[in-house]
């Protein structure tokens, strides 16, 4: 039983990703249509947007300490960050301790501009193009993006920490009745997780209850009665794509202490989220996310000694097989409608 | 299976041409020239490639070398064969590398079991390749659009997993696939050469021909390859011009009336996806052969995805267009990337030391190690402007140089007629 739990607990933080990742897709494809190839790259600059606010808040300074002298006994040179010279030093220091957290708030607005940019100077010439033509604009538009980072921040994973609190593992078992030391589980990924659930929750209340979130809900039904009914759809689809956009790189940037981002995790994630959204059902959030977080926690599974013991290789292809075998018996996938991508 | 379609299409055309215009080949007006041009193009293509004499400063640029010719060949063979299913079908297949890895690791283990000679393993690595694809094809062809691409890019990548870990008694796993002297080697014959060979004639023998300050290097290996892409093309001209190239272009047209007018799509579908992976199969086997060594990252998905940027830079659907796209992106990976900062000195040296600078700057993300920032931004740009390929843009130029010639109103307009249609 502990065990179980635990597979589960050890899916869910990949999971929580693929769901973000999956959402966003299935957002963007649900109102305009497009199969967006380069929705990898922007979870990928969500977490470089972690990397570079954690730089800025940590920029320094440097003095010359005439009192102390280092190991060649020249004068030391000292590194004091800005931050802790304007806001005190122990304000300062659990500012640049917190830089991840933080760069949630510095990320949605840049992910809201690179979506907005994104829609309104190309996807938006590509709507009445096949998808076959949209999967490559955007695959190019991937490399050109993680072609960039790379020139900037160079190819090697630059590890980006959690704060101080969320740092180590916790006895989660106990809190729910198991022996102590069964379940030891990274705090970092709970708060992760917790994170995926709210911004899905979000997301899910905004298309919900909000007037926007109605009209939109009404232009993925039927856009062109929308549009007949004297609402401007289209700039509503744009901001949908910025909100999508933003989603995926929220979930880059809370993914950063996880994993140290690198310029190509993006493509590493864009072909198991693509998986996960066909397996899900095209067009169908809650399908997204459930199958989000079921290939998560079965991944987890699969990567058991247990079970590689009983099938070898399974960690490496159980997310595939089960998009063939989803794909074959279940066109539509899990949660899919009727219709959608059937050319 | 397949090789009966299409030699019963081919036979057809035959039939129907030698009536009409008796042809070359079976071949008719245009593409006999064209075949021409690849003829020559490709048996020159040591000269072509070499422009530039020896130590001067843009012979960094010549691309004459055995090994990246040979890449450009067989990789010309890969886009060929992968266009006959996307450029006449419209299906998008993301996992033709499996393909490619299953003919280099077959032509290995021939090379393992019996000996150096090309000819088994090249045999070995379509038949296999062709089984491979049957098997995948099948299944992945139940589904159409965004469902095949995917279902073809989790094929690859579970073949990719399994051959990085359950299958390393097969393909070595992480060391990649290669001969070993304690392997049996059961048909050698003393005296045959150490390395893959051609009844006797090494794939590594150069002859090296000096004109002035010019070196020409005349590889067998090359020419081995690039006869078997002269063949491919071959193929591929009388696919594309048979009944059978006809139905896949209804598959992509109008799938929905093919199947009112009482055709079913599917085995003309599998036959081309098949078609495609023996030329991806024979393209792999190539390639073990020039280098015997097989390595599974050569399956990976972004090795599909190159595959589908040389077909769509050269132009989808057009003859020559793939070959073209291979060419320039292997063109690319190997000298473009090697422009560093000190060449771009050198180049914009004639100008003011600010201004040189300056330029040094700009160009320096776009070359070097950031060649991938400029394919790139190549291949968006020719997907948005330019849906046909640079065989698209070779046409509009020439379309240009037309109208200027005869600048008649009348034959403008019909220009323009043409080019609407």
Redesign the interface.
């Known amino acids: 039983m502990d065990a179980i739990f635990l597979q589960i607990l050890n899916g869910l933080d990949k999971g929580s990703a693929y769901a973000l990742i999956a959402l966003g897709l299935t957002l963007i494809f649900g109102t305009l249509g497009v199969?967006n190839f380069a929705h990898g790259a922007l979870f990928m600059i969500g977490a470089f947007c972690a990397v570079t606010l954690s730089r800025i808040l940590s920029a320094s300074f440097i003095t010359i300490d005439e009192t102390r002298t280092d190991f060649l006994g020249n004068p030391m040179e000292v590194q004091t960050p800005y931050a802790e010279a304007w806001f005190g030093p122990e304000i300062g220091a659990s500012i640049i301790d917190w830089a991840v957290p933080l760069s949630i708030l510095f990320a949605i607005p840049v992910m809201l501009l690179v979506g907005f940019i994104m829609e309104r100077g190309?996807i938006k010439?590509f709507y009445k193009?096949p998808?076959?033509?949209q999967?490559?604009?955007t695959?190019?538009?991937?490399?050109?993006l993680q072609?960039?980072i790379?020139?900037f921040y160079g190819a090697n994973p630059i590890p980006t920490p959690a704060p101080e609190v969320f740092r180590g593992s916790m006895d989660f078992g106990v809190m729910l009745g198991f022996d102590p030391n069964v379940i030891i589980y990274p705090i970092w990924r709970l708060v992760y997780f917790l994170f995926s659930l709210s911004i899905i929750a979000a997301v899910f209340g905004f298309l919900q209850f909000t007037t926007f979130g109605m009209v939109v809900r009404a232009g993925m039904a039927d856009r062109e009665t929308v549009g007949i009914l004297g609402i401007d759809i289209d700039k509503r689809f744009t901001i949908m794509f910025g909100i999508a956009a933003a989603v995926a790189g929220l979930a880059g940037v809370m993914y950063t202490p996880i994993n140290p981002p690198n310029y190509h995790m993006g493509?590493d994630f864009l072909?198991l989220s693509?998986?996960v959204v066909?397996v899900g059902g095209?067009g169908s959030l809650p399908g997204a996310v459930l199958a989000g977080f079921l290939l998560g926690i079965l991944e987890s599974f699969a990567s058991t000694t247990w079970a590689i013991g009983l099938v070898?290789?399974i960690n490496?292809?159980i997310i595939?097989?089960v998009?063939?075998v989803v794909?074959?018996t279940r066109?539509r996938g899990l949660l899919g409608r009727k219709g959608v991508?059937?050319? | 299976m397949t090789d009966q379609t299409q030699h019963t299409a081919a036979g057809a055309t035959t039939n129907r041409e030698s009536r009409s215009t008796g042809g070359f080949l079976g071949l008719k007006g245009r593409d006999v020239t064209l075949m021409i041009v690849v003829l020559i193009l490709t048996m020159a293509a040591p000269i072509i490639l070499n422009p530039f004499p020896q130590g001067s400063s843009l012979a960094q640029f010549n691309a004459g070398y055995p090994d990246l010719m040979q890449r450009f060949v067989i990789f010309g063979i890969l886009a060929i064969g992968f266009n006959i299913l996307f450029g006449l079908t419209g299906y998008l297949s993301f996992g033709h590398a499996a393909f490619l890895g299953v003919g280099s690791y077959s032509t290995v283990w021939m090379f393992k079991l019996l000996n150096y000679n090309v000819l088994p393993g090249l045999v070995l690595a379509v038949i296999v390749a062709a089984l491979f694809s049957l098997l995948i094809g099948y299944i992945s062809l139940r589904r159409s659009g965004i469902y095949f691409s995917i279902l073809t890019l989790a094929f690859a990548q579970m073949s990719f997993a399994l051959a990085y870990s359950v299958l390393t008694p097969i393909t070595n796993g992480e060391t990649g696939l290669q001969v070993y002297t304690s392997d049996p080697q059961w048909l050698r014959a003393a005296g045959s050469p150490d390395m893959p060979h051609l009844f006797g004639i090494t794939m590594r023998a150069t002859e090296t021909v000096r004109v002035g300050g010019w070196s020409f290097d005349f590889n067998f290996g090359y020419y081995f390859c690039a006869v078997v892409m002269v063949l491919a093309f071959y193929m591929a001209i009388r696919i594309f011009r048979s009944p059978f190239g006809m139905m896949l272009r209804a598959v992509k047209s109008n799938q929905q009336r093919m199947n009112y007018t009482g055709l079913n799509p599917r085995p003309y579908t599998l036959a081309a996806f098949v078609i495609s992976g023996m030329y991806a199969g024979l393209a792999g086997g190539l390639m073990a052969s020039m280098d015997p060594l097989a390595g599974a990252e050569r399956m990976q998905w972004t090795a599909s995805g190159e595959i589908v940027l040389m077909t769509i830079l050269g132009g989808a659907g057009t003859l020559i267009g793939p070959v073209l796209g291979a060419g320039l992106i292997k063109y690319f990976e190997n000298i473009f990337s090697k422009i560093n900062d000190g060449v771009l000195h050198q180049w914009f040296a004639f100008m003011p030391d600010g201004i040189e600078n300056a330029l040094v700057t700009i160009v320096h993300p776009f070359v070097g190690k950031g060649w991938h920032l400029t394919l790139g931004l190549m291949f968006m740009l020719i997907v948005c402007f330019l849906p046909g390929g640079l065989v698209e843009g070779g046409k509009r130029i020439a379309t240009v140089f037309r109208r200027d010639r005869k600048s008649g109103p009348v034959e403008q307009q019909a220009a323009q007629k043409r080019n609407a249609e």
């Open positions: 199969v190309l010439y193009r998808h076959a033509d999967i490559l604009v695959f190019g538009l991937a490399i050109v072609e960039v790379k020139y493509m072909v693509f998986v066909v095209m070898p290789g490496q292809i595939y097989l998009a063939i794909l074959l066109p991508m059937e050319e």
